[in-house]
């Protein structure tokens, strides 16, 4: 992987755990998800128009189809995430969806993308998504339905990483406007739930109004960098590395959450610094 998609990445993945910290501290399910996407959709148009006067990107039919599909991907994406952490943990919900979307992603991008990592950056990816799936392990019956949210998370986020590398790759569309049209989709597809519970808005908005100006902040551009390093570089390398937001997600689930285990915590992420730098390196 290049170096400055390697940064990249590592940089998103800060990001990303912490927004999703402040997903796991709020309540509200898709109204929550709505609110904090109308809240992107403003913060980040300036960032829009500065990138498009820089850089234009090809904004024709094409263009627009892949953010549709990239806008309905994404609402499952942030619907299914939302509900596992209602049903489950950080440290359960957040490395099983995220150990499986890049799995999928890495294997669908060889079969159909032909891409073609070498030995050593597919030893690296096992490990990363091996580390993953062991920081998941928990016992009892109570952990399936977080579980099963957070594989079809997963899914979804394989879903929109393959979708998403040819807006951002082969038709060269900037980023941070794919981003944007994008979620205005998201926003679009769940204003007709908001509406139905609109009475929920303002408790909501009372109680989390900080989780949902961090994560509008926070999310876009944790994938906004994703998406740059997608442009940089093959799926097979960037799905996995982004798996090193575990580390900081175990870190804040141990620290902040106080979820404990963090001998195994920790063995896991050490073990995903091995795979980033074998997956760097191949």
Do not use: C
């Not at 390697?6 to 501290?25: I, R």
């Not at 609402?75 to 919900?93: C, H, I, K, T």
């Not at 999310?219 to 390093?229: C, D, T």
Request: charged share 10%; no cysteine; net charge positive.
């Amino acid at each position: 992987m290049p170096t400055a998609a390697l940064v990249l990445v590592v940089t998103a993945a800060f990001a990303h755990a912490a927004w999703n910290l402040l997903a796991k501290t709020a309540t509200g399910g898709a109204v929550f998800v709505w609110l904090w996407g109308l809240l992107a959709t403003a913060f980040w148009l300036p960032a829009v128009v500065v990138a498009e006067r820089v850089d234009p990107s090809p904004l024709d039919l094409t263009a627009f189809g892949l953010m549709a599909g990239s806008g309905v991907l994404h609402a499952l994406y942030f619907v299914l995430l939302q509900r596992g952490y209602r049903e489950g943990d950080l440290s359960l919900v957040y490395p099983l969806a995220r150990g499986t979307g890049p799995l999928l992603a890495t294997l669908a991008a060889i079969a159909f993308l032909g891409e073609r990592p070498s030995a050593l950056g597919l030893a690296g990816a096992a490990i990363i998504v091996g580390a993953v799936l062991s920081l998941a392990r928990r016992p009892g019956r109570g952990a399936r339905p977080a579980a099963v949210f957070a594989l079809l998370t997963g899914v979804a986020i394989a879903g929109y990483t393959l979708w998403d590398k040819q807006a951002v790759g082969p038709h060269g569309v900037s980023p941070v406007t794919f981003w944007w049209g994008t979620n205005a989709v998201n926003v679009a597809l769940l204003t007709p739930w908001a509406v139905r519970r609109r009475a929920d808005l303002a408790p909501v908005w009372s109680a989390h109004r900080r989780q949902a100006v961090g994560v509008a902040v926070l999310s876009p551009l944790a994938y906004i960098l994703v998406l740059f390093a997608l442009a940089r570089a093959p799926v097979s390398a960037v799905a996995p590395a982004r798996e090193l937001s575990i580390l900081v997600a175990a870190a804040l689930g141990a620290a902040v959450l106080a979820e404990g285990d963090t001998r195994r915590r920790l063995l896991a992420a050490g073990a995903i610094v091995v795979g980033v730098v074998a997956l760097a390196l191949g």
